[in-house]
């Protein structure tokens, strides 16, 4: 990826759009961004990131903190970085969301937003979605491109010092390793569910074992009860079983012998009594016959005359036939009379419904007749709603302005209000410095004099008679100087002077500083006094104006508000009326239609109810019931008067011919009844019942033992049978999980006490570190004058931790090996810069689709003696030859000059920063 333009709106400290061609830097080589402290060197990196991937450059700043303060309230906040990736060049466009002045007051929310045009034209919406496209596009999220493309400020040692945890985040990313890690979850998860299985497997076991039954006999009892208390072998318990089924075997087959015995002697006990049982049975069926022979007999002659009687008296039915036959004739003219009535009652409720509506219609009219002249009335009052309405909004514009005015004035007294505090603070700072400047100068004087007082001394030691004074030929030298034993030297003068020179020129630049915010106060005091003489006048004192001019412009506005809504209320209202009016009149001429329908409808119903009446008058006369219904009841009547009798004719004939079908029976059946009992044996059935009743207990007892034995043996042979397959599923679980458990352990860098704890994932990561760290050690030892070289820890300092991503630093110059953290400042920038340029190497080697054609340093620079700033520079110089662009933002003097192509960023007083490129 190589950025072409970038374009920046009230963006951080750029309050206006800010265009960088950067396509003027080239495709190779070094460029530099300076400028004074907070000026917003590192916002340029922070639209870069923040175009491609919605955050800044470092975690230090969110979205929501990328807004201008210094930005006018309408100026929109957005950036737009064209950039060229390969061979294709790409447009994206973001912005944060946002508060923004309205028009008339207020602010409204701009919600984020981004866009993304492809190559071919295509234009990518929605947030998630260019995020997803520019991922697919550079191959990089934005973490990995903090680590390999873009080195933020605040995020740069964090490589250099993290631990193996994280960086097996960083590196299953960039290399794909994840895969290794699913292996080892699955690993231990299988791990588990082995582990799960087995124990689940030994639990059913000695459930089995638990559920296990003992034979009767003492002895298997008490065996029984010590297997269960100890971890018995599985062979014992098998044992166990064997014998105690073979015991229960033999016992059941004694008791099914004894059963066979019991149930013979209890057929032949139970054959003597139903012997017995049948001529008890047949001596009292006997005798109720011929008791019931006597009493039915005489019936036969009280039923046969009934059977007369009633004969005589079905002779009456041809009369009810007829009269039934004249009551269905006059039967269809109750239907007509019905109609007839049903008729009436239909014309009557129209009529009263018709004549409610009229009722309704009529009143419904007079209403909305005295409605109309209510609302004409009211129209003529409206007549002049709308006229003041321009004057208002004139009014209310007229009262914004002054608002905004008034406002911006304010603003304008705050922002002096913190000039004058920081110029303050600022001649505070010179007269310090300057003070101190003096110090140091008289300090200075005093050793120079003194330095050049020693001169003379130390020339007076040379002196000779008769050989010329080197300052004066004489050759005579009465008074020479004496020689000062506090006399500096030349080395120590030179070092105060280069003090006194530092401290002159720190005072120069307070003193600059004051005197440009005197300026810049001096410039707002003016532009302040201009601004409230154009509202307020002359001599008018501004804050008690201003405060005074607020109120007054806040009440207007309330007022201008409250009589804007009136008015606009009143036009509303008089258009509402406009409509509403030619609607009723229209609703009223429906209504009057409505009523002439109702009235003619009314007077005809009235008439067809008349006529009905008289047509159900004239059939009432015709008819020999009241109604319908009692015609039917006499009907029915007569109906059940000959049913009657002809079911009581039937039902004596019944009678009759069953009573004669009974005494015959009752003849046949004490005539078989005698015959039977002529030829029977004696036999005791209360005797043979006691037998039949002990036999019978104790074939009971016997079958509940047997059922007993039967039960112990079923259970005991399926807890047989599951102690068989449960432990030969115990034996293979217990295979498989040692196999298992090794694999994922060794998988898991869960490995013997006083190993080193190493997963797979990392063992892999570790080749691509080692690779990583050679790389980087090119740079290194190029950097240190070959003093430092990065190595992996082989060894964790605690050996309960995962390790093997850890790193140590060489020291050849004392042969020490110590940890990375113990290098200062300028060492740990040179080591953390070695590590993320070997790490981009590795990257850009090994990922697929990753070109890292353009790289961003923001960091440590200022850290850095001239000897290793130089060859940092030199590194780098190499990195940007052939094609790739590198990027560093730096205040530092050296760098300033040893790099052509800059980016120079500016702070202007007024607040705001502004660029320009020099080429």
Not at 650 to 660: A, G, L, P
Not at 786 to 791: A, M, V, W
């Amino acid at each position: 990826m190589r950025p072409i333009r970038l374009s920046m709106s009230a963006f951080g400290p750029y309050a206006d759009q800010t265009i960088l061609d950067m396509d003027a830097l080239g495709a190779s080589g070094l460029y530099l961004i300076s400028g004074p402290t907070g000026a917003g060197k590192t916002s340029i990196f922070d639209g870069i990131c923040y175009a491609l991937y919605g955050e800044a450059s470092g975690n230090l700043r969110s979205a929501s903190m990328l807004r201008s303060k210094y930005a006018a309230p309408e100026t929109k906040t957005e950036v737009e970085l064209v950039f060229a990736h390969g061979e294709e060049q790409y447009t994206i466009r973001r912005n944060p969301e946002y508060l923004m002045a309205k028009r008339g007051g207020g602010e409204k929310k701009v919600l984020a937003g981004a866009q993304l045009t492809l190559p071919d034209g295509n234009i990518v919406t929605k947030i998630r979605a260019v995020d997803d496209a520019i991922t697919e596009i550079l191959g990089v999220t934005r973490e990995q491109f903090s680590q390999i493309v873009m080195l933020a400020q605040g995020e740069f040692l964090k490589l250099l010092t993290a631990g193996t945890k994280d960086r097996q985040e960083i590196f299953r990313n960039l290399f794909h390793t994840g895969p290794y890690q699913t292996l080892q979850y699955r690993l231990e998860e299988l791990r588990k569910a082995v582990y799960g299985k087995r124990e689940d497997a030994k639990k059913s076991v000695n459930q089995y074992v638990q559920g296990i039954y003992a034979p009767d006999q003492e002895t298997f009892q008490i065996r029984l009860e010590k297997l269960k208390e100890q971890e018995y072998p599985i062979g014992e318990v098998q044992e166990y079983l064997t014998e105690a089924l073979l015991a229960d075997e033999e016992k059941e087959q004694t008791i099914r012998q004894r059963l066979q015995e019991l149930e013979q002697d209890l057929t032949v006990v139970n054959t003597n009594i139903g012997k017995a049982t049948e001529i008890d049975k047949s001596k009292r069926q006997l005798k109720l016959a011929r008791d019931e022979y006597e009493r039915e007999q005489p019936q036969v002659k009280v039923l046969e005359k009934a059977l007369q009687q009633a004969k005589e008296q079905l002779a009456g039915k041809d009369a009810l036939q007829t009269e039934i036959a004249r009551i269905d004739a006059e039967l269809p003219k109750y239907t007509k009379q019905a109609e007839l009535t049903d008729r009436i009652d239909r014309t009557r409720t129209d009529l009263e419904t018709h004549e409610k509506q009229l009722q309704k219609k009529t009143d419904t009219s007079v209403k909305k007749k005295e409605l109309m002249v209510q609302l004409k009335q009211e129209l003529e009052q409206l007549g002049d709603a709308g006229v003041e309405l321009q004057k208002l909004l004139t009014e209310q514009e007229n009262c914004a302005m002054r608002q905004e005015q008034l406002e911006q004035l304010q603003t304008e007294s705050k922002r002096l209000e913190q000039n004058r505090q920081k110029l303050t603070r600022l001649q505070s700072q010179y007269a310090q410095i300057d003070q101190s400047y003096q110090e140091i100068k008289a300090v200075y004087d005093r050793m120079d004099q003194a330095f050049r007082d020693g001169q003379a001394g130390i020339l007076a030691q040379t002196l000779r008679e008769n050989i010329p004074c080197p300052v004066c030929g004489s050759l005579s030298h009465p008074h020479p100087a004496s020689l000062k034993a506090d006399v500096p030297g030349e080395q120590e003068l030179k070092q105060k002077k280069q003090e006194v020179e530092k401290a002159a020129g720190q005072a120069l630049d307070a003193s600059k500083q004051a005197g440009e915010q005197r300026q810049a106060v001096a410039l707002g005091e003016e532009a302040l006094m201009q601004s409230a003489r154009r509202l307020f006048g002359d001599g008018c004192d501004i804050e008690a104006c201003l405060e005074e001019a607020m109120v007054a412009e806040r009440k207007r506005r309330t007022t201008i508000k409250e009589r804007l809504q009136a008015e606009q209320a009143r036009m509303q209202r008089k258009s509402d009326l406009e409509k509403q009016i030619p609607q009723i009149e229209q609703e009223q001429e429906l209504l009057e239609q409505q009523q002439k329908e109702l009235l003619l409808q009314v007077t005809s119903e009235h008439k067809q109810l008349e006529e009905l009446g008289l047509q159900r008058a004239e059939l009432q006369k015709e008819l020999s019931f009241a109604d319908p219904k009692e015609a039917q009841t006499k009907k029915k009547q007569l109906e059940q008067q000959m049913t009657d009798l002809q079911s009581r004719y039937d039902e004596k004939e019944k009678q009759f011919r069953i009573q004669n079908e009974k005494i015959h029976a009752l003849q046949g059946r004490i005539g078989g009844l005698e015959k039977s009992m002529e030829h029977t044996m004696t036999l005791d059935l209360e005797n043979e019942r006691q037998k039949s009743t002990d036999l019978t207990a104790e074939i009971r007892a016997l079958r509940q033992q047997q059922q007993t034995i039967l039960t112990r043996k079923t259970t005991n042979l399926d807890q047989k049978r599951g102690i068989e397959e449960k432990s030969k599923e115990m034996q293979r679980l217990e295979q498989d999980y040692q196999w298992i458990a090794a694999l994922a352990n060794t998988a898991n860098g869960k490995v013997g006490p006083g190993k080193e704890r190493i997963m797979l994932e990392t063992y892999v990561q570790m080749a691509y570190f080692d690779r990583i760290i050679r790389r980087a050690n090119l740079r290194l030892q190029k950097m240190s004058a070959s003093q430092y070289e990065l190595i992996r820890m082989e060894t964790a300092a605690d050996k309960r931790s995962q390790s093997g991503l850890e790193l140590n630093v060489k020291d050849h110059y004392n042969g020490t090996v110590r940890s990375v953290k113990s290098l200062s400042g300028g060492e740990s920038f040179l080591a953390s810069l070695s590590l993320a340029l070997g790490l981009s190497d590795e990257v850009q080697a090994n990922a697929g689709g990753i070109r890292i054609e353009t790289m961003y340093v923001d960091e440590g620079f200022g850290t850095l003696d001239s000897e290793t700033l130089e060859q940092a520079y030199r590194a780098l110089a190499d990195l940007s030859e052939g094609n790739r662009l590198v990027g560093i933002i730096s205040h530092v003097a050296e760098l300033k000059e040893k790099i052509d192509k800059q980016i120079v960023v500016t702070k202007e007083i007024s607040g705001g920063s502004h660029v320009r490129m020099e080429l």
